[in-house]
Nanobody, 121 residues
Framework: QAQLVESGGGLIQPGGSLRLSCPASVDILARYDMGWYRQAPGEQREFVAGISARVGRTNYAGSLKDRFAISRDNADNTVYLQMNNLKPEDTAVYFC??????????????WGQGTQVTVSS
């Protein structure tokens, strides 16, 4: 299984925006659904958003759809997570993986290091 490398995290004030990136091979993007996950301190990793491989259908956890947007750019082989109006409770390490675009699914790839997002004033 491949391990993807996430980037784009950082320290951001509440209300700010970040865009996370997850480059992947052409083969993975063509064959598999993609998902973003996050793990807050002391919490289990949870599903954030997913996008299907063929039709690009998107899914989000809870109310995150109002603030987060997952997308896939086939031109640069990258999956993005646009996060707007960030809140302190969004603070977590964010991961991407492949094989799933919904919450109740086990991704295929090996988990990478993730990218830290810290929302604080």
């Amino acid at each position: 299984q491949a391990q993807l490398v996430e980037s784009g995290g950082g320290l951001i004030q509440p209300g700010g925006s970040l865009r996370l990136s997850c480059p992947a091979s052409v083969d993975i993007l063509a064959r598999y659904d993609m998902g973003w996950y996050r793990q807050a301190p002391g919490e289990q990793r949870e599903f954030v958003a997913g996008i299907s491989a063929r039709v690009g259908r998107t899914n989000y956890a809870g109310s995150l759809k109002d603030r987060f947007a997952i997308s896939r750019d086939n031109a640069d082989n990258t999956v993005y997570l646009q996060m707007n109006n960030l809140k302190p409770e969004d603070t977590a390490v964010y991961f991407c993986n492949y094989g799933c675009s919904i919450a109740k699914c086990r991704p295929i790839g090996r988990w990478g290091q993730g990218t830290q997002v810290t929302v604080s004033s």
